[in-house]
């Protein structure tokens, strides 16, 4: 076998990640957000990601800024790509307007859309059409729960994310559930899971 050699590149930055490039933060960072050494770090490993066309995890404890380094790769990957295309985040009902507050908090220029309750059917057009939006729009995220991605899966199925984030991806570590199964259907250009957590039984769960 002799690997291409952009394909020898990607090897030896898997066996070295002191290879990993330092990456720009994006301009739609707000001015006075500022990533700790870590977190630099994380969005470097996650820009990474997106430049070998890989899905991964970003295990941090609580508290230590997951949701600023996602952000900052999602608004790289829009920078890079200059790709209109929406941002699915699935997270507990419990979070979900804590991640509206975060991206306002963060980015200069976002919308977003919350994804739930009997109204939602009323949204899908809105989704649909922010993946046809001009490049130059700002970047649209859908942020949902866990029961409405698995009971309305067909309909986010139908649209092109840029990204699928998974908060507190521990919930679907189980690949038998039907919303495990569901949520992994759900397609995006890149796959993003976040979690304290990552194995708390066995190495089957980080599949």
């Given amino acids: 076998i002799r690997p291409t050699e952009a394909f020898g590149h990607f090897l030896a930055c898997l066996a070295d990640f002191d290879q990993i490039e330092e990456v720009p933060l994006p301009a739609n960072l707000r001015p006075s957000v500022q990533l700790r050494p870590y977190q ?50 699935i997270c507990p009902t419990s979070v979900m307007l804590n991640w509206r507050s975060e991206i306002g908090k963060f980015l200069e220029q976002s919308e977003t859309l919350l994804f739930h309750g009997p109204s939602r059917g009323r949204q899908v057009e809105r989704m649909t059409a922010a993946a046809d939006a001009p490049a130059d729009s700002p970047g649209l995220f859908v942020i949902t729960s866990f029961d409405c991605a698995r009971i309305d899966h067909d309909t986010l199925n139908r649209i092109p994310w840029l990204y699928v984030i998974v908060d507190e991806g521990h919930t679907i570590k189980n690949p038998d559930a039907k919303r495990s199964k569901a949520i992994k259907t759900i397609p995006g250009r890149h796959k993003l899971a976040l979690t304290g957590t990552p194995i708390q039984n066995k190495l089957e769960e980080l599949w």
């Fill in 40 to 89: 630099r770090h994380g969005v470097n490993w996650l820009c990474f990601l997106q430049r070998f066309g890989l899905n991964g995890i970003l295990a941090d404890d609580m508290g230590l800024g997951k949701t600023l380094q996602t952000l900052a790769a999602v608004e790289r990957a829009r920078e890079i790509g200059g790709s209109p295309l929406p941002v699915l985040i």
